[in-house]
């Protein structure tokens, strides 16, 4: 597509239950991003794809996030057991491969997160 | 691992004045981009500018690397320049893990 989807927009859910975020990222691109941010803060990274592996899951911030890559296409970040400190805007980008520079990031426009 | 700061974390602009948004970085970095946030969330690419000056329009940013220190320049602004502009960068071993300021938050009034 023309950019990075992400869908749903918006998710309220209730503590304890699980949620699947997804990120259509631009067609070609190698690398992807997922990103989250908190009410009034920078972006916090989670995990970084190449192609269909992830190299970099560090900044997933316990084991209840999980995230897969198929196809070097569509992502799914999966939350079990949410609870409300999972509550931010999830965000998710792609790039022709890591690092690309000044066009190398192209950001969706997110997934906003409320756990109550 | 890398700290950013970026100042002032807000600014409240009369339409056609001139700003200087700043980004101090605690290592060297390999990439330094700036984005802007608009009011709906979503995040465009600025400038890619680990060194050197760049301009774009009203939008103008000079990276010091050897001083650790970014500068994004926004000249007669308008409405539509409102929303947060984040400073990320790229250092270390890394190069696809950006790490973000925490953002200026920009207003500018008619």
């Known amino acids: 597509g023309a950019g990075v989807s992400q869908s749903p927009s918006n998710k309220v859910t209730e503590k304890g239950k699980d949620v699947e975020l997804r990120c259509d990222p631009i067609s070609g691109h190698t690398a992807l991003y997922w990103y989250r941010q908190r009410l009034g803060q920078g972006l916090e990274f989670l995990i970084y794809?190449?192609?269909?592996?992830?190299?970099?899951k560090s900044g997933l911030p316990s084991d209840r996030f999980s995230a897969e890559r198929t196809g070097e296409s569509v992502s799914t970040l999966t939350i079990q057991r949410t609870q409300q400190e999972d509550s931010a805007v999830y965000l998710c980008?792609?790039?022709?491969?890591?690092?690309?520079?000044?066009?190398?990031?192209?950001f969706g426009s997110g997934t906003r997160l409320t756990v109550v | 691992g890398i700290q950013v700061e970026q100042s002032p974390p807000d600014l409240i602009l009369q339409e056609g004045a001139n700003s200087t948004l700043r980004c101090n970085f605690s290592?060297?970095?390999?990439?330094l981009q700036w984005f802007h946030q608009n009011p709906w969330g979503q995040l465009i690419n600025l400038f890619y500018?680990?060194?050197g000056t760049k301009q774009n329009g009203r939008l103008s940013a000079t990276t010091v690397a050897t001083e650790r220190y970014s500068l994004l320049y926004i000249s007669s602004s308008q409405t539509t320049d409102s929303g947060v502009y984040f400073c990320a960068v790229n250092s270390g071993g890394s190069n696809y893990k950006l790490t973000f300021g925490k953002g200026t938050l920009l207003t500018v009034n008619p």
């Open positions: 500018i680990p060194s």
């Open positions: 290592d060297s970095v390999n990439n």
């Open positions: 794809f190449q192609g269909n592996s992830a190299p970099d």
């Open positions: 980008a792609s790039s022709l491969g890591p690092g690309q520079g000044q066009n190398g990031y192209t």
